[in-house]
């Protein structure tokens, strides 16, 4: 997979062999990369993701939504390649942001890497990925330490769908689930994110947001949802990112790691736009600056 820096190019994913990906994970990937190789099956999952996928996460958070910035957005071009990056506190915030922009019109083709486990070692991880997101939890992401070279060629596919154009990639520079009770103090960013925005410089735009007041359960939100009684959702979003000469020069893990971080920070700068949004959001339980108590403690579990 041809990159646009000097670093080497690493193996497809499908070129690893059985001692490092099961059937089932190998099988998993060839299927979702299939829907973006043929032209129909890609045009017709953008429908569903748009007018589907798109719409019951939007009747989900509407009742509890407040959405700031959408103005600094830039037009969306179906065939060009856009990078969202996002603080993470739930499993849900790429979801809820990406129904936000789809509603404005976006063509592009939606995609969230995601951990390999559950998604992409079970069949139902599979059914959930198709039904959720209509296949948008793509490429996997491998956490165990002895599977490096597997996430270096996740990276490599993320950067070869942006350089070919009509990707809109969600990505967190912390790289984890923010499990603290204090959602603006944020991880160290890691330097997968640096990478991928410098090879794709030129080619795709990077977005900031910031997201504030989503939990973990998903009956619980949707619950708070219908019933008005859930805690604000925040969405706030910052003008695309100019990265200046950081892109620029030899692609090192030194220079990831600065573009990371400067990406982070742009996303830190809304988080404390949103704390002050926040205080002025007319019956809103103050308890939304941080997930419910117990829901934290089961997290830490």
Request: charged share 25%.
């Amino acid at each position: 997979m041809a990159c646009l820096t000097s670093e080497p190019v690493f193996r497809d994913l499908l070129d690893f062999g059985p001692g490092e990906l099961t059937a089932i994970e190998r099988w998993q990937i060839r299927f979702v990369r299939r829907t973006f190789e043929s032209a129909p099956v890609d045009k017709v999952i953008r429908v569903l993701q748009r007018h589907i996928s798109a719409n019951w996460i939007d009747l989900s958070t509407r009742n509890l939504l407040h959405v700031h910035g959408v103005d600094r957005l830039p037009p969306f071009d179906r065939n060009a390649s856009t990078i969202l990056v996002s603080n993470h506190r739930s499993f849900f915030d790429l979801f809820a942001v990406s129904s936000v922009i789809v509603k404005r019109g976006i063509g592009q083709r939606l995609m969230f890497p995601v951990r390999s486990a559950f998604f992409y070692d079970t069949p139902l991880g599979l059914a959930v990925n198709g039904a959720m997101s209509f296949f948008a939890m793509y490429p996997p992401v491998f956490r165990d330490r002895d599977r490096v070279a597997l996430n270096r060629a996740s990276v490599d596919e993320v950067i070869r769908l942006l350089q070919e154009g009509g990707a809109f990639v969600g990505l967190h520079p912390e790289g984890k689930r923010n499990k603290s009770d204090d959602p603006y103090t944020l991880l160290p960013a890691r330097p997968g994110v640096g990478r991928i925005i410098q090879a794709t410089r030129g080619r795709a735009t990077v977005i900031p947001v910031f997201v504030n007041g989503l939990g973990n359960d998903i009956v619980r939100q949707i619950a708070g949802n219908y019933l008005k009684k859930g805690d604000a959702v925040t969405i706030v979003f910052g003008e695309p990112i100019d990265f200046g000469d950081l892109t620029a020069g030899a692609s090192t893990a030194e220079r990831h790691q600065r573009i990371s971080e400067y990406a982070l920070d742009a996303v830190r700068a809304l988080g404390e736009e949103e704390r002050g949004l926040r205080t002025k959001l007319p019956q809103v339980s103050r308890a939304a600056t941080a997930l419910r108590s117990d829901e934290i403690e089961a997290e830490r579990r």
